[in-house]
Nanobody, 124 residues
Framework: QVQLVESGGGSVQAGDSLRLSCAVSGHTDWTNAWGWFRQAPGKEREFVAIISRGGGVTKYSDRVRGRFTISRDNAKSTMFLQMFNLKPEDTAVYFC?????????????????WGQGTQVTVSS
């Protein structure tokens, strides 16, 4: 099994920054791409950013590109999401996820392991 635990969420003002972390443990060797997703109340879970196993490929949602940066430290089995210039519409529960497939996908249902989520609230 693979376990993921998010941390770093909180309540901030618009324009502020936050850095989310995701600690991955267990059979991390089973995993390939890791990603961040978010879900706002009453909305479906959506893709935010993903990163390939080696870190050489990253993809971002149009809504966050240029403001968020995804990274991973495989030696520490940890993934990060640095968020700058946060907006009220970024308010959501943020989840990290790990995929065991060989393709790099932005589709949430393709990810096999998930964390419990961390709340990010951005006030105007």
């Amino acid at each position: 099994q693979v376990q993921l635990v998010e941390s770093g969420g909180g309540s901030v003002q618009a324009g502020d920054s936050l850095r989310l972390s995701c600690a991955v443990s267990g059979h991390t060797d089973w995993t390939n791409a890791w990603g961040w997703f978010r879900q706002a109340p009453g909305k479906e879970r959506e893709f935010v950013a993903i990163i390939s196993r080696g870190g050489g490929v990253t993809k971002y949602s149009d809504r966050v590109r240029g403001r968020f940066t995804i990274s991973r430290d495989n030696a520490k089995s940890t993934m990060f999401l640095q968020m700058f210039n946060l907006k009220p519409e970024d308010t959501a529960v943020y989840f990290c996820a790990a995929d065991t497939g060989t393709d790099i996908t932005i589709i949430p249902s393709r990810y096999d392991y998930w964390g419990q989520g961390t709340q990010v609230t951005v006030s105007s």
